[in-house]
Nanobody
Framework: QVQLVESGGGLVQAGGSLRLSCAAS????????MGWFRQAPGKEREFVAA????????YYADSVKGRFTISRDNAKNTVYLQMNSLKPEDTAVYYC??????????????????????WGQGTQVTVSS
């Protein structure tokens, strides 16, 4: 089992920044990718960003590209999401997730919920206008 603990969510004004963290614990694996999804009330969960085990490959949804940056610290088993220039439409519950398996190259490896094996509890991000 893998447990994911998220932190860093909160209330911020439009144009502001937040940094989300998600630490993985429990059973260890040789390697795994990590990603972020978000879900606003009444909407489907959507892909935000993902990063490979090595950190050499990153992927972003068009809606956040240029504003959000995903990174990871494997020594801490932690993934981060730096969110800048936040907009009200970024308001959502943000979930981190772990994808177990061999390296997979391409956006299609990471954009779908079904690719991931473990999920965090979610952290609320609210952006006021």
């Amino acid at each position: 089992q893998v447990q994911l603990v998220e932190s860093g969510g909160g209330l911020v004004q439009a144009g502001g920044s937040l940094r989300l963290s998600c630490a993985a614990s429990g059973r260890t694996f040789s390697s795994y990718a990590m990603g972020w999804f978000r879900q606003a009330p009444g909407k489907e969960r959507e892909f935000v960003a993902a990063i490979s085990w090595s950190g050499g490959s990153t992927y972003y949804a068009d809606s956040v590209k240029g504003r959000f940056t995903i990174s990871r610290d494997n020594a801490k088993n932690t993934v981060y999401l730096q969110m800048n220039s936040l907009k009200p439409e970024d308001t959502a519950v943000y979930y981190c997730a772990v994808r177990i398996g061999l390296y997979c190259s391409g956006y299609g490896c990471y954009e779908y919920e079904g690719e991931y094996d473990y999920w965090g509890q979610g952290t609320q991000v609210t952006v006021s206008s």
